[in-house]
């Protein structure tokens, strides 16, 4: 079994995409640091928006933590190459995934698809750190890379077990087939960018 389908995952990413972060090196730690940080804020706001779902706090408050701490160790490893955190870019990916969204439903839609968009995220990071942890050249980047895949491995599976928790697990099964089908679909429409962790 492959590990994207482990992941759930419906489509693997391009295998080009390595190659091109190894060139975008400065562009790549830049949006990655970038995505830890808002990794961070999500799970603040989920926090804000659901203060009466006890787990899901009690769960996500050292998630936020942790993302933020990733954020600062991006930095680091940024300052110690000489490189500057660049600027925010668009993210074209995650837009197209908040598209699928459910619009006009009930909070307890909108908190399932923002668990499940959540989980998607984490799979498709989770993803590609195996990439860089397996495909670049620098020794250090590649332990630095791996350290990032089990962490985001775990995220995604809490962000399952969450959505199983609160919600029916047949519910969640199948609304998590169609962004699966979805997310494949937004990898084929987006260019392919080497200066993009998605």
Same mark, same amino acid.
């Given at each position: 079994?492959?590990?994207?389908?482990? %992941? =759930?995952?419906?489509?693997?990413?391009?295998?080009?995409?390595?190659?091109?972060?190894?060139?975008?090196?400065?562009?790549?730690?830049?949006?990655?640091?970038?995505?830890?940080?808002?990794?961070?804020?999500?799970?603040?706001? %989920?926090?804000?928006?659901?203060? *009466?779902?006890?787990?899901?706090?009690? @769960?996500?408050?050292?998630? &936020?933590?942790?993302?933020? =701490?990733?954020?600062?160790? &991006?930095?680091?490893?940024?300052?110690? #190459?000489? %490189?500057?955190?660049?600027?925010?870019?668009?993210?074209?990916?995650?837009?197209?995934?908040?598209?699928?969204?459910?619009?006009?439903?009930?909070?307890?839609?909108?908190?399932?698809? *923002?668990?499940?968009?959540?989980?998607?995220?984490?799979?498709?990071?989770? @993803?590609?750190?195996?990439?860089?942890?397996?495909? %670049?050249?620098?020794?250090?980047?590649?332990?630095?890379?791996?350290?990032?895949?089990?962490? @985001?491995?775990?995220?995604?599976?809490?962000?399952?077990?969450?959505? *199983?928790?609160?919600?029916?697990?047949?519910?969640?099964? *199948? #609304?998590?087939?169609?962004?699966?089908?979805?997310?494949?679909?937004?990898?084929?429409?987006? @260019?392919?960018?080497?200066?993009?962790?998605?």
């Amino acid at each position: 079994m492959s590990k994207v389908s482990i %992941l =759930g995952l419906k489509l693997p990413t391009d295998p080009r995409w390595v190659n091109l972060a190894a060139i975008s090196l400065t562009d790549i730690l830049t949006d990655h640091a970038y995505c830890e940080q808002k990794a961070a804020s999500s799970a603040i706001s %989920l926090i804000q928006r659901n203060p *009466n779902r006890v787990r899901l706090v009690e @769960e996500l408050a050292p998630i &936020v933590t942790e993302e933020w =701490g990733h954020f600062r160790q &991006v930095l680091a490893e940024m300052k110690k #190459r000489g %490189l500057q955190l660049g600027k925010q870019r668009k993210d074209d990916y995650v837009n197209a995934l908040l598209d699928f969204k459910v619009k006009g439903g009930s909070a307890d839609d909108a908190l399932l698809d *923002n668990l499940l968009i959540f989980a998607l995220i984490e799979a498709r990071s989770c @993803e590609r750190f195996r990439l860089l942890s397996e495909g %670049l050249e620098d020794e250090y980047l590649r332990e630095f890379y791996r350290k990032f895949m089990i962490s @985001e491995a775990g995220h995604y599976r809490l962000f399952i077990d969450l959505a *199983n928790e609160y919600f029916d697990e047949e519910k969640v099964r *199948n #609304r998590w087939q169609e962004w699966l089908l979805r997310e494949a679909d937004i990898l084929k429409e987006i @260019e392919v960018r080497g200066d993009r962790m998605h």
